[in-house]
């Protein structure tokens, strides 16, 4: 099982962007299918409801699901953490 979390949210940058954008957890089998995500969006404060920014919140129970799974299972589990505003692009293990 792999573990991908996927940041891009706009540091302080000194306009309205700031703290705004996303996070992105998606969970792969050994095969590479993926088989459960949560995501959580910052955008406009109106907008910061389940049925809009927070919506894939809903999947957070599917990921632990998966996760709880993997570790009953006995499997390897890896993670990956991409900062998508770094400097240069590339995943950082964590």
């Known amino acids: 099982m792999k573990i991908v979390e996927t940041h891009d949210i706009?540091?302080?940058?000194?306009?309205e962007d700031s703290?705004?954008?996303?996070l992105t957890i998606k969970v792969y089998n050994s095969e590479g299918d993926k088989v459960a995500s949560?995501?959580?969006a910052a955008g406009e404060p109106e907008d910061a409801v389940f049925f809009r920014d927070l919506y894939g919140a809903y999947g957070?129970?599917?990921?632990v699901k998966a996760a709880y799974q993997a570790g009953k299972d006995g499997e390897d589990v890896e993670f990956e953490f991409i900062d998508e505003q770094a400097p240069e692009p590339s995943p950082i293990a964590r």
């Open 60 to 63: 957070i129970i599917d990921v």
């Open 10 to 15: 706009h540091e302080n940058d000194g306009y």
């Open 19 to 22: 703290g705004k954008g996303s």
């Open 38 to 40: 949560a995501w959580v």
